[in-house]
């Protein structure tokens, strides 16, 4: 399947050919479905939160003297943000003019009503008064159609091409900030340790390392001295050694014209890797582009401490229950472990598993800990949280996409249908043992949560393959709890339109 030439180029970039033939045999047999057995919902699978609880736990949190980390994937483009700007520019390139009656158009048309309201809006101003075009005009076609160029093209803000964490999201008295600079600011908030450090990682794409670096160059002295912080931040690259081999429409590996192998990232399940670099006793995780603007700031900051509080309180249940199996595992023990596996976890345990109760409890309770906060469905596409079947026969909380389900068997449409809350990706993680030892994440992954997708390449169909997904099943041996946190600490931006949203 693979000649010498091949094996260089894989090798070169860390990948082995045993895994390389893993990948196409992958292909062939393709990904089985999760196998989930019920939605996780408000007190089967998804924990209360009440606010004085959330208090509670985030004053506990306040007295954890350890260090803490803000990681977030930050390499995402922001492309898909603008797509209706990018069909609209299409049209009036041509000459013609969009109907902004029409379904696709509608959002265009608000981009332009409301133009003076996005935080970019001084940049892009004072860019196209250079170019001698007043905003004044902006129904006239031609300016419309300078607007988009000069926010989109590469000439202009580039704001087309340019990942999301580099975009200017919300403006202030003092100015408009960036995604990277809402982080900075939640940062300081939340993941402050008890010396006043706060520590960022950003995983980034190569060629736009230098951009962040700059940008964090020169803004993060002022936030320093506003916040009273030392932050310390670093970024990381997706590992070359984590793409996946794309093949053809009959499995045999995708050529460039070359006759090299057609190498594609594997998505961002490739990044438990630079997670697994990391070393903090307590690592937020959070999607890039969720950032509150100031106004909603406090319940970020409450919840995001309530999670945190929870997730010390479940670790030292979980460390204390190890320490005790070592120096007397007696019955009434075994049967409190179990307890707390059913009551607090969530977790159904697999048949024939009593041959070796002690064994069985202390390999499920060595593992790294997740708590991580879930919002009310309120029609957002995506992941939620399941009860699902683990490859021992357990069940246990786990987040899953509707890629990963069989939505054509009715029993299993019926169990997404009936689910009730959505993943935001906000999670407070723990990847040390009980012995201060650190966790390989590595060993915790489901391979067979990976998943399958059709693309092209120069004219010609392929099939891509994506890694288990960095909060699915990458994480799926992970102790996991949900919980409900409310829906003002959510604030997705997938559109340029939902930076207009109204907030208290």
Aim: proline share 5%; net charge neutral.
């Amino acid at each position: 399947m693979f000649s010498q030439r091949d094996t260089s180029q894989l090798q070169a970039l860390g990948i082995s050919q045993g895994d390389a033939e893993q990948q196409v045999e992958n292909f062939k047999k393709g990904f089985p479905f999760l196998k989930v057995v019920c939605p996780a919902t408000l007190n089967k699978g998804i924990l209360p939160l009440d606010a004085k609880k959330a208090d509670d736990l985030a004053a506990a949190f306040d007295s954890f003297d350890g260090t803490l980390l803000k990681f977030t994937p930050a390499s995402g483009a922001a492309s898909r943000m603008f797509k209706a700007l990018f069909e609209a520019e299409e049209i009036l390139a041509r000459g013609e003019k969009p109907d902004f009656e029409s379904k696709e158009m509608k959002p265009v048309k608000e981009f332009f009503d409301r133009l003076r309201d996005f935080a970019f809006y001084d940049e892009l101003s004072a860019l196209l008064a250079r170019q001698n075009v007043l905003l004044d005009n902006a129904a006239d076609a031609k300016t419309q159609l300078a607007i988009l160029q000069a926010l989109l093209g590469s000439s202009g803000m580039s704001y087309g091409s340019l990942p999301k964490a580099l975009l200017k999201f919300y403006r202030y008295r003092s100015g408009a900030r960036t995604v990277v600079e809402e982080h900075l600011v939640e940062a300081a908030l939340y993941a402050k340790d008890k010396r006043g450090v706060a520590r960022l990682h950003f995983t980034v794409l190569p060629e736009h390392r230098a951009l962040f670096e700059k940008l964090v160059r020169e803004v993060r002295a002022s936030y320093e001295s506003e916040y009273g912080v030392r932050y310390e931040i670093s970024f990381s690259e997706q590992k070359k050694s984590t793409d996946t081999i794309a093949v053809d429409i009959h499995n045999a590996p995708f050529r460039n014209a070359d006759g090299s192998i057609l190498l594609r990232p594997g998505g961002h399940g490739a990044l438990i890797e630079n997670l697994n670099e990391q070393h903090a006793d307590l690592v937020f995780v959070k999607n890039v582009d969720n950032v509150p603007p100031d106004s909603l700031m406090p319940d970020t900051v409450r919840y995001k401490k309530a999670l945190a509080g929870l997730l010390l309180q479940l670790r030292g249940k979980v460390f204390g229950y190890l320490n005790a199996l070592e120096a007397h595992p007696d019955d009434s023990l075994l049967a409190e472990v179990q307890s707390f596996f059913e009551n607090d976890l969530s977790f159904i345990f697999p048949q024939g598993w009593e041959s070796d109760r002690l064994g069985y409890l202390r390999t499920k309770l060595r593992c790294p800990i997740r708590v991580c906060g879930m919002v009310k469905n309120d029609g957002e596409p995506g992941g939620g949280p399941f009860i699902a079947l683990n490859p021992d026969g357990s069940a246990s909380p786990q987040i899953a996409e509707s890629s990963q389900l069989d939505l054509s068997n009715p029993e299993v449409k019926a169990i997404f249908g009936s689910a009730t809350h959505f993943n935001p990706v906000d999670m407070v993680c723990s990847f040390v043992d009980h012995k201060g030892n650190k966790f390989d994440l590595k060993k915790f992954r489901d391979p067979a949560t990976g998943f399958i997708s059709s693309k092209s390449k120069d004219g010609k169909a392929l099939k891509a393959q994506e890694l288990p997904g960095l909060w699915n099943g990458a994480m799926s041996g992970w102790i996991t709890v949900f919980v409900e946190v409310p829906l003002a600490t959510f604030n997705p931006v997938k559109t340029v339109n939902d930076l207009l949203r109204t907030h208290p």
